[in-house]
């Protein structure tokens, strides 16, 4: 079996959900169920035998060393970590305990079940790092796409806390001889995004008649890919990376923020038309920008392509209306994660559980 943490959140509950479509191996899920966490992502695995959730911190090492002797995991997929840059410039200490120290703690924990593995075990083992293409820092509009040979210069309190982690599961690799891999991916859109994020922010406010608060000029350049396609990165990754290697994963697709919420405006006026018969682009509004907001980012994946033979599936445009469909086509998804009663899952969950 594997086990992955932060499989409750966006890209490892997709990973999850993705994984037990297409083979059954089981997965053993370790989640805190921070604010970002949410059970209901994974409640079409309800009954699963194949799905084993635990509520548990990456930083508490006698949970994750007992779960790793219990369940005998033959890969570990770290996804837990404070995710949002706006979150880490209000407040940076969680994300200093979950991306920094949790990882250090994860590692060790991880570190000593692998010393303990028979031979054929051991050599097959993997620990495979999810990490982000901010580690790199910024580019000017002509600056070619980031390589895995970029310097790492994080500039916010996330994507600093993401580089010392990356950095540790290097030391640990090199030190230890711990068999890692390390992927650095772009933006991330689809289902399941929590509504704090640019692309999920947009469809829900547009679809309540809110604002949709552009940062500064509007003009700042991401790189986005399908989450879908992310998951296929990490699986092609885990099977055929090379040990102590990063592999920077992207979709070739850079667009600037004013863009991208112009084209989630369009596809809401010709799938849900407001009643006034306006665009939504007229909800539009600029904001203060984010401090020390990074200007552009850009992958380049070409080594993921040609060492691996990964490619991604969707375009932007065949990703964004799958997309913007799901938020149309999930209202009490959004409404409980709105109402923040998504958070009682975990509750009717169990108190079903202890009920049977
Ligand atoms: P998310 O915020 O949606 O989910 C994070 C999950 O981790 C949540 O379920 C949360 O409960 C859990 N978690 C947080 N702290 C924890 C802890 N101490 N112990 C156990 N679980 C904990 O994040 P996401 O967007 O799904 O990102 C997943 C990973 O991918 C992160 O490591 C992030 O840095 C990386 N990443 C994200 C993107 C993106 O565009 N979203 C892009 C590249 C890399
Ligand atoms: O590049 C990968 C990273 O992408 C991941 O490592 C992070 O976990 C993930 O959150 C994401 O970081 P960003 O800061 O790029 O994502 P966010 O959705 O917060 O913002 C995308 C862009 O949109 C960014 O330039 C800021 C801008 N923005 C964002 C919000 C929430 C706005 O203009 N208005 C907004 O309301």
Sequence with gaps: MILVTGGAGFIGANFVLDWLASNDESVVNVDKLTYAGNLENLASLQGDARHVFVQADIGDSAVISALLQ?????VVINFAAESHVDRSIHGPEDFIQTNVVGTFRLLEAV?????????????SFRFLHVSTDEVYGT??????????????EPNSPYSASKAASDHLVRAWHHTYGLPVLTTNCSNNYGPLHFPEK??????????????????????????WLYVRDHCSAIRRVLEAGKLGETYNVGGWNEKANIDIVKTVCALLDELRPRGDGLSYAEQITYVTDRPGHDRRYAIDARKLERELGWKPAETFETGIRKTVQWYLDNPQWVQNVQSGSYRDWLQKQYAAKAST
């Design 139 to 152: 580019l000017s509009p002509t600056e070619p796409a980031f390589t895995e040979d970029h310097n790492y």
């Design 198 to 223: 640019l692309i999920p922010l947009m469809i829900v406010n547009a679809l309540a008649g809110k604002p949709l608060p552009i940062y500064g000029d509007g003009m700042q350049v991401r790189d």
């Design 111 to 123: 570190r000593a079940y692998w010393n303990e593995l028979e031979h054929e075990a051991k050599s």
């Design 70 to 74: 219990q369940h005998q995991p033959r």
